[in-house]
């Protein structure tokens, strides 16, 4: 029996890394027009590379990287990056094919869901509000309130306490294998990993479901559920 869900956000709910790149390239164009003289695509690449290195929630990834490479931080060219990616990031931001549905099919089964994120609390509801996804859930768990990230297991626990439910009656959905899914098979929780979402180029996951499209979700909530009650 799936009583709840635990959701990931970022390639999960959201084209995160979609929008990461296109925003990263806005911020470039426009530090290149405020007067940074560089080549486009060396820069790009340095920003990510920093941004592997430190994470890619730094919110002061470009005065890391401006400083390292250039000696300190020109703050037109700073702000012009700035102002490029928000742009690019408010138009580019978007849910995956069928997720309000899914979402709200699943409400509507009665199965209670929670967000669980690596991603300062703060950002994580700026995107949950912004794509409309706030009136399907009401607590997000983050790295911010326990110090502690995934694949450890504080999120995980906190996330059954808050719905209140056992982890073999829990199931987790994420795209990321060595985080989303490792942490709660470690506790027992059943897993369904986001395939569609995995840009970590994962062969196995581990994962109890493998889903090609979060729709698919609806169904295996369903027939777990059927089978439980009546099997």
């Not at 479901?209 to 099997?231: H, P, T, W, Y």
Request: hydrophobic residues 45%; glycine residues 8%.
């Amino acid at each position: 029996m799936i009583r709840a869900v635990i959701f990931d956000i970022d390639n999960t709910l959201t084209d995160f890394m979609r929008m990461k790149r296109a925003a990263v390239d806005s911020a470039v164009e426009s530090m290149i027009d405020a007067g940074l003289q560089v080549r486009k695509d060396v820069m790009v690449e340095k920003i990510f590379e920093t941004y592997w290195k430190e994470g890619v929630e730094d919110q002061k990834i470009f005065d890391k990287v401006l400083k390292k490479e250039f000696g300190g931080i020109d703050y037109k060219l700073l702000a012009a990056g700035i102002v490029g990616y928000r742009r690019a990031k408010a138009g580019i931001m978007a849910l995956y094919p069928h997720v309000s549905l899914t979402l709200l099919e699943i409400m509507r089964l009665g199965i209670r869901s929670v967000a669980l994120s690596d991603a300062p609390k703060l950002e994580v509801w700026l995107r949950i509000v912004g794509l409309g996804l706030h009136h399907y859930f009401d607590q997000v768990i983050t790295s911010e309130d326990l110090g502690a990230r995934k694949p450890a297991p504080e999120p995980f626990r906190k996330a059954l306490d808050m719905l209140g439910t056992k982890p073999e009656e829990t199931l987790m959905v994420g795209d990321w294998a060595e985080r989303d899914m490792k942490g709660a098979l470690d506790l027992g929780i059943r897993t369904a990993w986001a395939k569609y979402g995995d840009t970590h180029g994962t062969e196995d996951s581990g994962a109890e479901f493998v889903l090609s499209d979060i729709q698919e979700l609806v169904g295996i909530i369903r027939k777990e559920n059927a089978v439980s009650c009546c099997g």
